[in-house]
């Protein structure tokens, strides 16, 4: 019986990791994970399943903080037009995206064809039911807008997180200004 060893798990991880952050699941085959780890596919199937359960493992961690985070940042009753709300908000969106900016990406734009293809859509429908909360019904009725809204923003802190790989310094800023770009548009429907 083979012994698993953690250094050469990690290192599948972190070469699939690379390989789903620049192509997406879809694309990147099981064999270019093992070539580029120096094993036989065979063996890398003894560490994962499948290509699936080796997605799981990446995305899993990503996805319950940032369900977390999400959590705590929904359930706060708040007035829009606060500066302080703002600030929260991009302060806990960008700790999300600095922490793990590659699994951002991964999980909420390059999971098609796993069980987190959904994530975005839970994120946008979060967002979505929040500003629901936020915005008189009279003035957007059936809330189609408030989930195009919703899905803006979410495309947006994908593309902060796509960059924040080769520029970490801007992360904040950018964060902070679409926030406020977008809390300064949903308080025009007060």
């Known amino acids: 019986m083979q012994v698993l060893k953690p250094q050469l798990r990690e290192a599948i991880l972190n070469a699939a990791e690379h390989h789903f952050h ?20 065979s063996a890398l199937y003894k560490y994962f399943a499948s290509k699936k359960a080796l997605f799981a493992a990446i995305a899993e961690p990503f996805v319950r903080e940032t369900r977390s985070r999400a959590t705590a940042l929904f359930a706060e009753e708040h007035n829009v ?24 990406v991964i999980v909420v734009g390059r ?32 809330g ?18 796509e960059r924040a790989d080769r ?8 964060v902070l200004a679409l926030v406020r770009y977008h809390l300064g548009g949903v308080a025009r429907f007060e």
């Open 144 to 161: 189609f807008m408030l989930r195009v809204f919703a899905e803006n923003f979410v495309a947006a802190l994908l593309r902060i997180a």
């Open 81 to 104: 037009l606060e500066a302080r709300v703002a600030d929260l908000a991009a302060q806990h969106l960008t700790q999300l995206i600095r922490a793990d900016p590659r699994r951002f």
């Open 111 to 142: 999971s098609a064809g796993t069980r987190y293809a959904g994530f975005a859509r839970e994120l946008v429908d979060h967002l979505a039911a929040h500003l629901r909360k936020s915005v008189p019904q009279e003035r957007l009725a059936d």
């Open 167 to 174: 520029d970490d310094a801007s992360v904040e800023h950018d």
């Open 22 to 41: 620049r192509s997406g699941f879809e694309a990147v085959p099981m064999r270019r994970i093992a070539d580029e780890v120096g094993i036989s596919v």
